[in-house]
């Protein structure tokens, strides 16, 4: 179940996507940590874009209604592989107390069924606090053997990731310059074709979005507004 | 274009996308801006009675494609980042229409949670779910009820639904703002659980420092306690008595077992040889345990086995020789069992290193150091803390330098301590590697 990817998404990714290329073939746990605002759920949306023109399956889990959200974007994907649909509340989805490793087990045997390898990339697993133990031996389960798992963080502060065997690799999301952003724009629907007209279009982004780096959600409103 | 003045709340970039996004698709940010997360049909529902607004064909697809909203297993929802100037613009605008979406929005909550549910868990969850919608329309009943939801949590896991609910209260402050003392005490619970231990020490002080007969005063004074331990004994021993006292007066069990779980740790920090404290120690930790196997709670249960078990064994070992060493074994046979139930039974991983590592001590102390190291070895799997980690390798040292071991559990020792080190010390370097290298 992939979300569109939207012009305005595509500002300065390259190194991510990049490293969700290489996790395609390696397998593995690769880590993005994103705080709120850094483009987290985009940069999703893209990295399923790129499983899919390598002919991999990519799922997208991610719930951040539930009390333990590693728990609910586990289940989201697990949902969408055997049953896609949306998902009804209940005690079973929001407050189950099966271990989270189980529930990775269960996501592991439907990804170790699929005719094709799949991608699975859980968003917002930390959202209200650090994954504890328990929830990291569950990813490493996830991760072994030809499993890729990329994890995009909510909150990569409380979080020892490197005591996972499988990571492969972290990486934290960065601001974006303009010169990104700007680049991005040439793709805008209403770019014009006339230098003076653009040259007002580029005025116009740097006065909104100020000087210095820019965070990444400012960069997609400002972008967005103009199409 | 806008259907309104674009509203001084909102920072440049996103009144940039709001002058130009279409009306319907404003008002529908903002339902979702002061909502958890909406099914189309229900944000549907919500336009048509709040604004009279029916959407065009298409418009779910339109909103997934919006910046501000993000789609999730419930539905949609509106992104952190935007939420809380578009909730201010809302309320500014129109706050006849903002308190009208509140009191739908409550009766949503309270449909669902009527719907023939069965467990109480579900119950609780929308309980806080109706809390924070009741925070627009009825602040007051809003904090009473996230109280609620935060002192009654169902089941396992306190610290992991007792933070869900905080983030709920958090994200609802500006509404909440005439109700500080609260807002300190849940501020202070979140840094106390990040690790922001000065800010919590801050917060939670506010809390203490106007102490009323209530739950949140007693939970205040517990985590106070446990936050400056270190620093300052007296206080916290004076700390952690007051939430005793308080959580037995108001049949608050599952703080009261936590406080004194605690108060029984600060004791045996002031032991010094036999005498008052250690028997005050083992006289809690003893009282603590029959309360928590009540409870339920394997976890909670866990951590009381482990607290009574090292009371008892720093009892019996505080005696020196005056302890016959016969006695220390029976001693030793019976708290081992414990340990290794509280291992089993929970799975907080955390517990169950500092389960492992007492039970090691016991056995090595008693001469069994070959078992002591194969069962630590074994915990050791798991991952752990620094701090577990750390203890951990410092029994494995001790088993190492005991002259009764034999050398094969002493290369066991020595690489249990050598794993140890490899993980503490290459687990940084590896993290550091891992996040410069690209």
């Known amino acids: 179940v992939t979300l569109p990817v939207e012009w305005w998404m595509r500002v300065d990714r390259e190194g991510e996507l990049e490293i969700a290329r290489s996790a395609l073939d390696a397998g593995g746990l690769w880590v993005l940590l994103a705080e709120d605002g850094q483009g987290g759920s985009e940069l999703a949306r893209l990295i399923a874009e790129a499983a899919e023109e390598r002919g991999r399956t990519c799922c997208v889990g991610r719930d951040t209604q539930t009390v333990d959200t590693l728990r609910g974007a586990l289940l989201h994907a697990w949902r969408q592989l055997i049953a896609p649909g949306p998902r009804e509340f209940g005690m079973s989805d929001l407050m189950s107390r099966e271990?989270?490793?189980?529930?990775?087990?269960?996501?592991?045997?439907?990804?170790?069924?699929?005719?094709?390898?799949?991608?699975?990339?859980?968003?917002?697993?930390?959202?209200?606090?650090?994954?504890?133990?328990?929830?990291?031996?569950?990813?490493?389960?996830?991760?072994?053997?030809?499993q890729t798992v990329i994890v995009i963080t909510a909150n990569h502060r409380g979080t020892p990731w490197r005591r996972c065997d499988t990571l492969r690799k972290l990486r934290a999301l960065g601001r974006f310059r303009m010169e990104h952003v700007l680049a991005a724009a040439e793709a805008a629907p209403t770019w014009p074709a006339d230098a003076d007209a653009q040259r007002e279009m580029v005025q116009g982004l740097r006065s909104t979005l100020g000087q210095g780096t820019i965070q990444p959600d400012d960069a997609f409103s400002a972008l967005a507004a103009l199409a | 274009m806008s259907i309104t003045a674009i509203p001084a709340e909102l920072p440049r970039p996103l009144a940039a996308w709001f002058d130009s996004a279409a009306g319907w698709e404003v008002r529908a940010a903002e339902l979702l801006a002061i909502s958890l997360s909406l099914s189309t049909d229900e944000l549907d529902e919500l336009l048509r009675t709040v604004f009279d607004i029916t959407p065009p064909d298409g418009w779910a697809d339109v909103l997934r494609a919006l910046p501000v909203i993000e789609s999730e297993a419930s539905g949609l929802v509106c992104k952190a980042t935007a939420a809380e100037a578009l909730a201010a613009a809302f309320h500014a605008r129109d706050p006849d229409a903002f308190r009208v979406a509140h009191e739908l929005l409550v009766d949503l909550e309270r449909e669902r949670r009527d719907a023939g549910l069965e467990e109480s868990g579900d119950i609780w969850f929308f309980d806080v779910r109706v809390a924070f919608y009741l925070a627009g329309a009825d602040p007051s009943a809003s904090?009473?009820?996230?109280?609620?939801?935060?002192?009654?949590?169902?089941?396992?896991?306190?610290?992991?639904?007792?933070?869900?609910?905080?983030?709920?209260?958090?994200?609802?402050?500006?509404?909440?703002?005439?109700?500080?003392?609260?807002?300190?005490?849940?501020?202070?619970?979140?840094?106390?659980?990040?690790?922001r231990v000065e800010e919590a020490r801050q917060d939670l002080g506010k809390v203490v420092d106007e102490p009323r007969d209530d739950r949140i005063t007693a939970v205040a004074e517990h985590l106070l306690a446990v936050l400056v331990r270190d620093r300052d004994?007296?206080?916290?021993?004076d700390l952690c008595r007051r939430a005793v006292e308080r959580s037995e007066q108001l049949d608050f069990d599952v703080n009261l077992i936590m406080a004194a779980n605690t108060l029984a740790g600060l004791r045996l920090r002031d032991a010094h040889g036999p005498g008052e404290a250690i028997e005050d120690a083992v006289r809690l930790a003893k009282d603590n345990l029959s309360r928590a196997s009540r409870r339920g709670d394997a976890t909670l249960l866990a951590r009381c086995q482990i607290t009574f078990a090292r009371a008892r064994w720093t009892q019996a070992r505080a005696l020196g020789t005056a302890f016959d060493p016969a006695a220390l074994m029976a001693l030793a046979d019976s708290l081992v069992p414990l340990l290794t139930e509280a291992q089993q039974a929970t799975h907080d991983t955390e517990a169950v290193l500092f389960a492992a590592a007492l039970q090691a001590e016991m056995l090595a102390e008693?001469?069994?150091?070959?078992?002591?190291?194969?069962?630590?070895?074994?915990?050791?799997?798991?991952?752990?803390?620094?701090?577990?980690?750390?203890?951990?390798?410092?029994v494995a040292?001790?088993?190492?330098?005991?002259?009764?071991?034999?050398?094969?559990?002493?290369?066991?020792?020595?690489?249990?301590?050598?794993?140890?080190?490899?993980?503490?010390?290459?687990?940084?370097?590896?993290?550091?590697?891992?996040?410069?290298?690209?």
């Open chain 1, 99 to 146: 271990p989270v490793g189980l529930i990775a087990q269960h996501l592991r045997d439907e990804l170790d069924g699929q005719a094709e390898r799949a991608v699975l990339v859980l968003e917002q697993v930390d959202h209200a606090r650090g994954i504890d133990g328990a929830g990291l031996a569950a990813l490493d389960q996830l991760a072994r053997g030809e």
């Open chain 2, 143 to 195: 904090v009473a009820q996230f109280e609620r939801g935060f002192l009654e949590t169902p089941g396992d896991g306190t610290t992991a639904a007792r933070m869900w609910v905080t983030s709920m209260v958090l994200r609802q402050q500006r509404l909440l703002a005439d109700h500080e003392r609260e807002l300190s005490f849940f501020r202070g619970f979140s840094n106390y659980v990040t690790g």
């Open chain 2, 233 to 237: 004994l007296v206080r916290a021993t």
């Open chain 2, 366 to 394: 008693t001469d069994r150091s070959a078992r002591a190291i194969g069962d630590l070895a074994e915990a050791f799997t798991l991952p752990g803390s620094t701090r577990a980690l750390k203890r951990v390798r410092a």
């Open chain 2, 397 to 438: 040292r001790a088993i190492r330098e005991r002259p009764t071991a034999g050398p094969a559990t002493r290369d066991a020792a020595e690489e249990l301590s050598a794993r140890v080190d490899a993980e503490l010390v290459s687990a940084r370097e590896r993290h550091d590697e891992l996040l410069l290298a690209v």
